[in-house]
């Protein structure tokens, strides 16, 4: 969790609402990944990143390995949005295995 | 959809048993990897088998072993479990060697008496 460090550890939102977690990676990241574990123990992969955006629908994410970070918006937030978020930065000096952050737990409520 | 399979869901044993957990994955993906994550829902690599080569084995007790038949099949050997074995294990798969878009079955939560 040192490597890969994730802001906020929860957040509760309102549903509608729009929100944003954040990465700081203390090793030089090459990729980063996001992740959504449901309550029920299941882990979605949401993205998979080089420097750069991506988006998918409600979800926007965002990796600046100049500066170390990654984060991840969620738009008009749902009910299903609810769950931990994890992300995960592939860097050479670990040799290419992913490192993962200690997950923010999201709560929408309606 | 659903295409890295555990099983079992859950396991409770006592402490020295043995326990086998089995993952297969439907996506034709060349590396499976072991992941535990512990009560803090840290996650952490165990193993990872490429082409039926152990790539990646981080220090882990010895009691720990993967096994695989094929490149769709990675299981997960713990001889004589300890109280420190409870956790979440989950398996993945990704298309590749490095860690490219990792795909995660629905984990094995084991609780050890």
């Known amino acids: 969790g040192d490597k890969v460090k994730q802001s906020p550890s929860a957040l509760s939102l309102q549903e509608g609402t729009n929100s944003a977690l954040r990465c700081n990676f203390s090793?030089?990241?090459?990729?980063v990944q996001w992740f959504l574990q449901n309550p029920r123990g299941s882990l979605m992969n949401l993205f998979y990143?080089?420097?750069g955006t991506k988006e998918n629908g409600r979800l926007k994410s965002a990796f600046d390995s100049k500066e170390s970070y990654s984060t991840l918006h969620i738009r008009d937030a749902q009910l299903e949005d609810s769950g931990t978020y994890f992300c995960?930065?592939?860097?050479?000096?670990?040799?290419?295995?992913?490192?993962f952050g200690i997950g923010t737990r999201v709560l929408v409520r309606p | 959809e659903t295409a890295v399979f555990q099983t079992p869901n859950y396991h409770v044993t006592q402490v020295g048993n043995e326990v086998s957990f089995n993952c297969k994955q439907t996506?034709?993906?060349?590396?499976m990897y072991w992941y535990k994550q512990d009560s803090k829902k840290l996650l952490k690599i165990m193993f990872s088998?490429?082409?039926?080569?152990?790539?990646v084995n981080e220090t882990v007790p010895r009691r720990f072993s993967p096994q695989s038949s094929d490149k769709a099949h990675l299981n997960l050997r713990i001889k004589s479990v300890e109280p420190e074995d409870s956790a979440v294990y989950l398996c993945?798969?990704?298309?590749?060697?490095?860690?490219?878009?990792?795909?995660f079955g629905s984990g094995t939560r084991l609780t050890v008496l």
């Open positions: 090793i030089a990241a090459t990729t």
């Open positions: 088998y490429n082409n039926k080569q152990l790539i």
């Open positions: 990143l080089v420097p």
């Open positions: 996506l034709g993906h060349d590396t």
């Open positions: 995960a930065a592939e860097a050479n000096s670990a040799g290419n295995k992913l490192t």
């Open positions: 993945a798969s990704s298309p590749g060697g490095s860690a490219e878009t990792l795909y």
